[in-house]
């Protein structure tokens, strides 16, 4: 090894070395061409090698040549570095923009049930009047469900309710929230306000005005001297906090087997307002909810002395009231999930 030859193979190293950097395609072949070239275990190292072999006198010229090489190779890959690093940030940003100017996605708020919503609204308008809930439970016995509300077996009356019966000894799907009624004068003394919302079964074909389920809510007062007009006053008011201060109302005789006197609580029609629609049976009225004075002997199995407390309960269907404020003619819809319907209430 001369000096001619070294010095030809370092510069012959940093033309290729110099070229490499011009035209690496990206960074990590840039990191990759430093350690190759600039290395410990690197070309250049290799080439220095041969330098034992020279005179005393050649070394100081090839090592001053050595430095040229290195910062030369050092120079053109710090150039490459800031051009492929700029260009390969710029692509990061690029790919990883984001429009700020997009619209956002509607977030669609959940509403509650309009089943919900009426029965709600139902308890809040008798809470006024310091009535307070009370929840029975859905699967019911006959006792609680019938023989205590006056309506012993094989009675007639039992048609009125068309019952899902349970293969558990005499217990069934409630039928109507009155067995809640029983079930509130057993745990409570008088003066009872109570309100029971709740869910209802019967042996239904379902039609746009009958469902296996639905829901009501029953009422319940006993007081020493509950008569007959503080119904009639209450009911009154509950209606025109429901369908408007303006809303005619009237009492009509009926009969249910818990109560004596029995009497349909109607309003006057809320689609022709007394005109006589197909809506009301060109009636001119809509019966809103069953009522009455709570007959003794109901009284009795709750444990409580008819001569000393009188009251009056009433019961009505929640999808019923919520057809009417809101003009909903098929029934099925609340048991649907189209959100349109549902979160259409509010
Ligand atoms: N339980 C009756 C039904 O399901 C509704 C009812 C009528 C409840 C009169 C009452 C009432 O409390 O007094 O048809």
């Not at 370092?10 to 070239?37: F, K, N, P, W, Y």
């Not at 029983?182 to 239904?204: D, S, T």
């Amino acid at each position: 090894m001369d000096l001619a030859q070294l010095t030809s193979d370092l510069q012959a190293l940093r033309g290729r070395a110099v070229d490499a950097a011009a035209t690496a395609a990206d960074t990590a072949a840039l990191e990759e061409l430093d350690i190759s070239v600039l290395g410990k275990k690197g070309e250049l190292t290799a080439v220095l090698r041969g330098i034992g072999a020279l005179p005393a006198e050649d070394r100081p010229k090839v090592g001053a040549i050595a430095n040229d090489v290195r910062m030369a190779v050092e120079a053109a890959l710090a150039a490459s570095r800031t051009r492929l690093g700029g260009a390969e940030m710029a692509a990061r940003l690029a790919a990883e923009a984001v429009d700020v100017t997009t619209p956002g996605r509607p977030v669609r708020r959940g509403s509650l049930h309009p089943i919900v919503e009426t029965a709600r609204e139902i308890a809040r308008v008798f809470a006024q009047f310091g009535f307070q809930v009370y929840e029975g439970p859905e699967i019911e016995d006959d006792v609680t469900n019938f023989q205590m509300l006056n309506i012993p077996p094989d009675h007639p009356a039992r048609d009125l309710w068309d019952t899902l019966y349970l293969d558990l000894d005499g217990r069934l799907l409630r039928t109507h929230t009155s067995p809640g009624q029983i079930r509130v004068m057993h745990k409570e003394q008088p003066p009872i306000r109570a309100l029971l919302p709740g869910r209802c079964f019967r042996y239904e074909a379902v039609d746009a005005s009958h469902a296996s389920e639905f829901f009501q809510v029953e009422g319940l007062m006993i007081d020493e001297g509950t008569s007959m007009a503080d119904l009639k006053g209450l009911l009154d008011q509950f209606a025109h906090a429901m369908f408007g201060e303006g809303r005619a109302t009237r009492f009509r005789p009926g009969y249910y087997p818990f109560t004596e006197p029995s009497v349909a609580f109607d309003i006057l029609c809320v689609i022709c307002n007394g005109e006589k629609c197909p809506a009301c049976s060109r009636t001119g009225w809509m019966t809103i909810l069953g009522a009455g004075m709570v007959h003794p002997v109901v009284l009795r199995y709750g444990g409580i002395d008819p001569e000393r407390y009188q009251g009056f309960a009433f019961g009505m269907g929640v999808e019923r009231i919520a057809n009417l404020r809101h003009h909903v003619i098929d029934l099925r819809a609340y048991m649907e999930d189209d959100l349109r319907f549902l979160g259409g209430f509010r």
